[in-house]
């Protein structure tokens, strides 16, 4: 083999310079024996040569060749040098550039030293001749031809310009050499070339023939050259420095420039040629021009001669054909920037602050909720958002930032965030934060995470140092992210939440409620009590503050986290949930009464405001403690009790029986020590734990528990459960929790629930017996999010005696990946099948349900129109409503605005009011104008795009992801607590307000209860309604005669809630033959008043209205009968529609408590206070393991 010695040229130090591989001539032929060293002919000079040495397996001999990667010549390393190394082509135009400028420098140095009478007598003096006949010609025309062919040129400024001309005329010789490409007419007839020789060989001939160096040479049209060059050397410049300005700017620079030179190209003509007529200065000149190209014409100073006039005529003709073309230019360029954006510029990112926005394509509710939610913090006013976005701005985007208020903040530039350019112009580097959202809009959400992994990724390499804020929608994704500061996955948030709003209601919206900014302002001059208690309570947010630093929580320092938080409560009415030490990077939601605040403690609380912003007035405190406890109770007279509540709190009196009662099934009524007038008192909440006063809980066995029920449910499969992690994660990413197993991974084909199996013959939900109502939930598939809806509800905190089996009603079949993640969970099912298929619900026991979970379908992405997307389910969802009108159906959108169609009624008035004032919050600028809205306000329906603020708060507060993880049970930390709800029952109104309920739980269970789920009877000023009521009162009349009118109060308090059981009796089918029969005969009675057939005729119309849900009722029931199912549960299923609910975040210590209360509770971890045998007798925990178990159970139950 032969060794090979490769000659690099400079050009590979260049990126930009072209390889050619010179081929040898012949080869060389060498002894084997004495091998020679062959080079080319400038071998030498090559610079850094590679030597590479092969051997021949049979001679070892050796040969070395030199291979050049460019031609080796003396051309090439002067076209290296001048043409394609970028640096020292760049110093070669600046060099030529400032001859061009010198040249014309010297024009004007001349012009001012020029005499024109001397130059003429200087020409008559050569002796030329034909001189005479220029006398005789400019006698006749009044023209001097020979001022204009004539200058007085000084010597020193002659031997300048010869100089400078000679240098100029070498370079230019070169310069085409060494870009000639075979077409020497190409290369001559140039423009510039053409102008080089104009001004450079007039100058070379006078070296030669000295009667020539006064001949006029037309220097000054070096500008044009100049103008060249000067483009040429930016361009240079951009390549050198791998940076480039818009091409805006060098176009308004080519027309700038191109302006200048006909300015001074037309001044220097006329005047020169004016030497002949008016002798015109270079000023006057050059202001003539400036008037005549502005358009103005003064008139005052005009070209005299022809030539000149000739000249001027020449000028505007260039300029019309060559300005317009340049605007043209610049017009499409501008349009074209339009498009792109424009650059957010360097020093502006170095003085004042922004975040970028990065996007696949940005609509108006993205855009809106991002900026208001982001500019409602007062010390983020002062940033600037950038948007980077590849597609072009839409046009409803380009009217709201043309607005006056977000146009001087935000900028929209199109790019991509794959490019290091576009970062560039966005000036990542420098920026506080990216955000990086996910196109929810795309039908392959896969593919929308793939483009959002990448984005995140340039993002982290091109700025480092920038923090990460991404929105990705699948969970398989989110370890690729792993590295983001703020990650929020999409489907695991829109999962926990659906599955909470089964066991707690409405988390959804307290979740939204607290991760939207508001002021509490919204609904408050609303006529409506329960709007403005509503829109009040809406503008709690959680906030976070140091305890030393706080007057919150300052002076509880050494003290419980449980008596920290009542008496927080109980003094300024806000509500401590968290707290985090400064060791420790974890939050702990109500961590117990066994954690001692700390001075470095970090505590979170919720309130209509943070601290900072709060006024502190102390004399209404400093009065209530001039008055003694004992006095507030012996002179009830003197203040009254909700004044007391109000001002103080819940008064804690009773410390003679600290230790809660042995049977704690409900909130009980203590008895009373012998004062028959007084009011229960509650149990203090203790400064210091006390061990035996806080119930223990050891959730890993349970025995007490199946020891308690077991006479009550033998054979009952809850014993059979386990307590232990999940086995199997279907993604890489979930967080671990303890939760509630089978002790064996169920069968695949025993999964299947309409479907039986050798180790089962059940077909229906029927048949299977369940103690408990049933939870339905329609997917599209079985994606890994539906992990995260199974977890929450089979976690180890919730009493196996209250698990609710799960029915997953998929519209494809699950994969065995995702049977293996679920086969482990007590009481999980699938089914195929749809919403819009009546027979599949009923063989999934939608009649046994109490929730119904209807997910958004990513299918529905592909429609025409962006808001017509969530169009089918809210149909089917429709359809269902009026099926099975008792059934708790919760449903995800994919738009808020769509939330309105959600259980429509054509005609309802309420309905409407509630519109207009939707579209009045909104025009107020309130972020959450939709809240108002039933079925939002209820828990029935959310959208996940609400959860995007919670990526947006997490700029200004960085806890707010890891709160809503463990609030929704996402994430499980050691120490942390659990949200839950329970109920207020007619046992539990003694206790009257909700400051005392706070105390209760505190000191009872070490319960930190956040909020009220409320339901309240309203009666619709609806013509439907008014029809609905009238057609009851109908149907019951004809059984019960005048006795409805004494029963119709009691009646109608019982279906005024929402979990209420009686039946309706008006679709009963006996009492709808006997409506009919009565109806009839009293249509036979003519000679009545024209009241009663109007009354009558209204009935009757009730009655037609009636046959709608009779036909509904009778289609269900036939297909049931079809189906071998029985019809008993569908006949006690009510319409309960005359109800509305609402959240109420931390409301005031004196609200008063309502019958149906659902209370939403902190419980603390169960695990945490587990008790040590050597402080505790066994006897005493079995007891308290016993009544805790109790009182779980009651308090959850819904």
């Not at 030329?128 to 000084?154: D, H, K, P, Y």
């Amino acid at each position: 083999m032969a060794g090979a010695k490769l000659t690099p040229s400079p050009s590979e130090i260049d990126p930009d310079v072209k390889t050619e591989v010179q081929k040898t001539p012949e080869p060389t032929w060498v002894n084997p024996s004495n091998p020679l060293r062959t080079t080319g002919s400038f071998g030498s000079d090559a610079g850094q040569r590679y030597q590479e040495e092969y051997s021949m397996d049979s001679t070892n001999a050796q040969v070395q060749v030199e291979f050049y990667v460019n031609e080796n010549t003396f051309k090439e390393r002067l076209k290296l040098f001048f043409i394609k190394n970028q640096r020292s082509s760049l110093r070669i135009r600046l060099f030529n550039f400032s001859l061009k400028i010198l040249t014309c420098a010297l024009y004007i140095v001349r012009v001012s030293l020029d005499n024109p009478k001397e130059s003429n007598g200087n020409s008559c003096a050569l002796g030329q001749c034909w001189n005479n006949s220029w006398t005789n010609t400019a006698e006749s025309t009044e023209i001097n031809w020979g001022l204009i062919f004539w200058v007085n040129r000084r010597v020193p400024v002659w031997a300048i310009q010869v100089t400078v001309a000679l240098i100029s005329f070498l370079e230019t010789m070169l310069i085409t050499y060494l870009s000639y490409k075979g077409n020497i007419w190409e290369q001559i007839f140039q423009i510039s070339f053409i102008l080089e020789m104009i001004n450079t060989v007039p100058f070379i001939i006078t070296i030669f023939w000295a009667p020539l160096r006064n001949i006029f040479v037309p220097v000054f049209l070096n500008c044009w050259l100049a103008k060249g060059a000067l483009e040429n050397m930016i361009n240079d410049f951009h390549r050198a420095i791998q940076r480039t300005h818009s091409a805006m700017f060098n176009q308004v620079f080519i027309l700038i420039c191109t302006l200048l030179c006909l300015v001074f190209t037309g001044a220097c003509g006329i005047q020169h040629l004016e030497r002949a007529g008016k002798h015109l200065s270079l000023f006057d000149s050059f202001y003539f021009c400036i008037v005549t190209f502005s358009t103005v014409g003064y008139g005052d100073v005009t070209p005299q001669i022809w030539p000149s006039q000739l000249l001027v005529v020449i000028l505007i003709c260039v300029a019309l054909v060559v300005l317009p073309l340049q605007f043209e230019e610049l017009a499409y360029l501008w349009m074209e920037s339009q498009k792109l954006g424009g650059n957010y510029s360097r020093h502006r990112a170095q003085t004042e602050k922004h975040v970028v926005l990065c996007v696949s394509s940005l609509k108006i509710d993205l855009l809106m909720d991002f900026l208001n939610e982001f500019y409602a913090h007062p010390r983020l006013q002062d940033y600037y958002v950038v948007i980077l976005c590849p597609t072009e701005i839409d046009i409803q985007v380009r009217r709201i930032l043309q607005i006056p208020l977000w146009s001087q903040r935000v900028i929209y530039l199109q790019g991509s965030a794959l490019k290091d350019q576009d970062l560039m112009r966005a000036k990542m580097d420098d920026a506080e934060a990216c955000f990086i959202l996910s196109s929810r809009n795309e039908v392959d959400r896969t593919a929308a995470d793939h483009q959002t992994i990448l984005r995140a990724w340039a993002a982290k390499d091109f700025a480092p140092n920038c923090p990460l804020y991404v929105q990705i929608l699948k969970p398989e994704n989110k370890f690729h992210v792993k590295f983001a500061d703020h990650v929020v996955c999409e489907e695991e948030f829109k999962y926990a939440m659906l599955a909470l709003n089964c066991v707690c209601p409405a988390t959804s919206t307290l979740v939204t409620l607290l991760v939207h900014t508001s002021r509490g302002q919204e609904g408050q001059l609303s006529p409506e009590q329960w709007q403005r208690m509503y829109g009040r309570c809406s503008g709690n947010e959680v906030y976070h503050i140091r305890l030393c630093d706080s007057k919150f929580f300052g002076e509880y320092d050494g003290k419980s986290f449980t008596y920290a938080s009542f008496h927080a409560h109980k003094k300024y009415g806000v509500c401590l949930i968290g707290v985090k030490r400064e060791d420790n990077k974890s939050i702990l939601l109500n961590p117990g009464p066994r954690h001692i605040m700390a001075a470095t403690d970090t505590c979170y609380y919720i309130n209509i405001t943070k601290e900072e912003n709060s006024a502190f007035i102390f004399k209404q405190e400093e009065k209530d403690k001039g008055l003694s406890v004992t006095g507030l109770y012996d002179a009830p007279s003197r203040l009254p009790v909700h004044s007391i509540i109000a001002s103080m709190g819940t008064v804690a009196i009773d410390l003679q029986n600290p230790d809660p009662p042995e049977e704690s099934s409900k909130l009980t009524l203590p008895t009373e020590n012998g004062a028959g007038s007084r009011r229960p008192s509650i149990a203090p909440v203790l400064e210091i734990a006390d061990s035996s006063a806080i119930l223990p809980c050891d959730l890993l066995s349970d025995q007490s528990e199946d020891e308690t029920n077991q006479s009550d449910d033998e054979g009952s499969v809850g014993s059979d459960f386990v307590k232990g992690y999940p086995p199997n994660s279907p993604y890489i990413g979930s967080s671990p929790t303890l939760c509630h197993l089978l002790p064996q991974k169920a069968p695949f084909c025993c999964l299947r629930l309409d479907k039986g199996c050798t180790h089962s013959s059940f077909e229906d939900a029927k048949a299977y017996g369940f103690k408990n109502k049933l939870i339905i939930v329609s997917a599209e598939t079985a994606g890994n999010g539906l992990y995260n809806f199974i977890v929450p509800l089979r976690a180890y905190y919730r009493p196996r005696k209250e698990l609710n089996p799960i029915v997953l009603l998929l519209d494809y079949p699950p994969d065995n990946h995702f049977l293996e993640a679920i086969c482990c969970f007590p009481m999980v099912y699938f089914m195929a099948g749809t919403i819009d298929n009546l027979d599949n619900l009923l063989q999934c026991g939608i009649i046994y349900a109490d929730n119904l979970v209807v997910v958004d379908k990513e299918s529905t992405m592909s429609a025409e129109e962006d808001y017509m997307a969530d169009a089918k389910t809210i149909v089917n969802v429709q359809t269902m409503f009026r099926l099975f009108p008792s059934l708790s159906i919760i449903t995800e959108l994919t738009h808020p605005s769509n939330m309105r169609f959600m259980q429509f009624r054509a005609k309802d008035c309420y309905s409407l009011a509630l519109s207009k004032l939707e579209k009045i919050e909104r025009d107020k600028g309130s972020n959450l104008a939709f809240m108002f809205r039933l079925p939002f306000a209820a828990g029935r329906v959310f959208s996940i795009s609400m959860l995007d603020t919670l990526l947006y708060q997490s700029f200004v507060k960085d806890y707010m992801i890891a709160i809503t993880r463990l609030l929704l049970g996402l994430d499980t930390t050691p120490g942390s607590g659990y949200l839950c709800a329970m109920k207020i029952t007619e046992e539990d109104l003694w206790i009257r307000t909700y400051g005392r309920l706070f105390q209760k739980l505190c000191s009872s269970s070490a319960e930190i209860p956040i909020g009220i789920y409320r339901t309240e009877s309203h009666m619709f000023s609806t013509s439907e309604c008014k029809d609905s009521y009238a057609q009851s009162q109908v149907s019951i009349n004809v059984e019960q005669g005048v006795e409805h009118r004494e029963r119709g109060e009691p009646w109608k308090e019982k279906t005024s809630h929402r979990n209420s059981t009686t039946s309706d009796q008006s679709e009963h089918p006996l009492l709808r033959k006997k409506s009919m029969q009565w109806a009839r005969r009293l249509s036979r009675k003519s000679a009545k008043p024209s009241s009663r057939a109007e009354r009558i005729s209204q009935q009757r119309h009730n009655l037609y209205r009636r046959s709608e849900r009779q036909e509904l009722s009778e289609l269900v029931k036939n297909r049931m009968k079809h189906l071998g199912l029985p019809t008993v549960g569908y006949d006690e299923m009510n319409d309960h529609q005359n109800t509305l609910s609402y959240v109420l975040i931390n409301p005031p210590p004196d609200t008063m408590l309502e019958l149906n209360d659902i209370v939403y509770i902190i419980r603390s971890d169960p695990l945490a206070h587990m008790p040590d045998d050597s402080q505790v007798g066994q006897p005493r925990s079995t007891r308290n393991q016993q009544d805790f178990g109790t009182e779980t159970r009651d308090e959850t139950h819904l």
